[in-house]
């Protein structure tokens, strides 16, 4: 047995007894029925994940996995690959857009190289070195890493979560590697069965001439290294990411742990499509935090059946929508443990009829 | 002079230099061009609300404004009258929705009476006292109150904010009226000259009769009464609420304070279409939390410009809507304060061409 199958068996469905009694309590509380909408869902959902009628979720992490692409050599982005391990730094030195939203639920930020190409000895003891290689082939030549690779960049993620999980509640994942939004495109063009050019977005702004390269490399990588849909592990070798294929491990031991964790963007839900794919009941475990700019996030959610809290235009990455998410999950969280029913307050119900 | 008057005068526009100033400093952070797009946007609001380019937002403050409304004769509620009074005494026990929702940015909640029918003496020293009078008059057969309690309501509402912008940076108002949707279906469609039947919805959740009935009410006030929409003042005594007041000039004194205000829900923006047709440029000052589920509710933000931050299918009103968007606009000033730039952190920005 490997850390990965441990894992992918441990994890639990959703909890029906805790869900129910959220639900016949969330329908007592003193207000209309269901006023709350879709906080009240998430509440119910929330009781499911961690199997308590009245979870808590006071203490907020997020970790950041990141990796470079070889397949930027295709010009496919529109920032050079130094920034990704610049951007390290800058989640390290606390200046980056994540950094300024986790403080607004208090969230630990902890950055984690699984594959940058650049050195990072500078920043020694203030990231977790979790490096598998630096950097991922070139996809559009060829696999982005080897099948072992991909289940180490996997497991990675999962010890990454195990650690987080001890002393937090509510988790995120985030992703920075330049280049990125290629390999998501392919694993949710080979998952969801949709077209690789209705999945493939302008990134972090690439003009309509680079816009329609990334497309044909998109589409080219398919063809050429044919990923397996049923197999999680053969599409992430093929057409993933080093930090991809640890945001999917994160997301598997989080819900291993029972602890609900939210998606990001595009890429964190390309990860969270690999998850699905090796273990179909880590869906349950999720909450959708945003809806991106990127036109593949809404085809990835669809195929997770989840909605997102959130559509602000964003498309950042590093875990920012998924942080500002966090403080709305608390406050559904917040409905089950801090609202009084109507017997508990002396008010009057609705009268029936 | 009044105090309504002085405020009036007071409110100041937009401040170009701060927006200016926060705009160049948003294009410069270290992420793709406006890549946290309406939390930018709101962010640079902010600056041009508070005359800050770094505007601080830590201390956050919720008012409740409670009243009674003699149109529930009408049968235009699923909850009696006596909800209201039990109400205020569960905020004030800290039990009800807004309580919880308040606790995730850390608001302060004040409960205050403008207009409750009902005993409050058991919670003497625990809520404000600025009642007018117990309830209103039934709009459906004639006003709901006098120009002079309406601008009574009014100015109790600049007061709680004066008290509360001493000690706070962002700040919202709620309800708690059973009935209220009624005036504010016809408030709205007085101010934006919609038709009755269409800003006219469920409220807590009346059936179909109730809610033809409801309908009728609101097109017969409006007919009975024949506000003057050039006049605020004669809107709102002729076919408002006293709650409704309020929360119009607690909006109408933020802005004064040039401290931003969220909007929450049906009643709240009722209470901002009053203040707008008081003073326009208090629309410079109020951010929109969230999209309520009352059909009302998009015709008045689309009346005020306004785009909401949150749309969670909520109907609850108490402020619920607004506190859980708090975050997101203190998320939103973070962004001026607390990234940084691609010169301060040293990050490779987009080559140009």
């Not at 180490?152 to 650690?163: F, H, L, M």
């Amino acid at each position: 047995m490997s850390l990965l199958s441990d894992t992918l068996s441990a994890i639990p469905g959703a909890d029906a007894s805790a869900c129910a009694t959220a639900h016949l309590r969330l329908t007592q509380l003193t207000m209309p029925p269901w006023a709350l909408g879709r906080l009240m869902d998430t509440a119910e959902r929330l009781a499911a994940m961690t199997g308590q009628a009245k979870p808590r979720l006071e203490r907020t992490a997020i970790a950041i996995f990141a990796g470079d692409h070889g397949v930027c050599a295709e010009g496919v982005s529109a920032f050079p690959a130094e920034v990704t391990p610049q951007m390290v730094a800058n989640f390290v030195a606390g200046g980056a857009g994540i950094n300024a939203i986790a403080r607004i639920s208090g969230a630990s930020v902890l950055a984690v190289d699984v594959g940058v190409a650049g050195d990072l000895a500078a920043l020694a003891g203030h990231y977790r070195d979790e490096r598998i290689r630096a950097g991922t082939a070139n996809l559009a030549r060829g696999p982005a890493m080897t099948r072992d690779q991909a289940q180490r960049a996997i497991e990675a993620g999962i010890r990454t979560a195990r650690d987080l999980c001890a002393t937090a509640d509510l988790l995120a994942a985030g992703d920075m590697g330049i280049g990125n939004t290629t390999p998501s495109s392919c694993i949710t063009a080979c998952l969801t069965g949709a077209d690789p050019a209705t999945v493939t977005g302008r990134g972090t702004g690439i003009d309509d001439a680079a816009h329609a390269r990334k497309a044909q490399v998109v589409a080219h990588a398919l063809a050429l290294n044919r990923p397996d849909p049923g197999d999680g592990l053969d599409v992430l070798a093929k057409v993933g990411g080093l930090e991809i294929g640890a945001i999917a491990g994160f997301y598997l031991g989080c819900a291993a742990a029972r602890k609900p964790v939210v998606l990001d963007g595009f890429i964190a839900t390309a990860g969270a499509l690999i998850a699905q794919a090796l273990q179909p009941r880590v869906v349950d475990h999720l909450i959708a935090g945003h809806r991106s700019v990127e036109p593949g996030h809404r085809i990835a959610l669809a195929r997770l059946g989840l909605e997102p809290l959130l559509d602000l235009g964003l498309r950042l990455g590093e875990g920012t929508g998924a942080a500002m998410a966090f403080p709305l999950v608390q406050a559904a969280g917040r409905l089950l443990s801090d609202v009084a029913t109507f017997g508990e307050a002396a008010v009057s119900g609705k009268p029936a009829g």
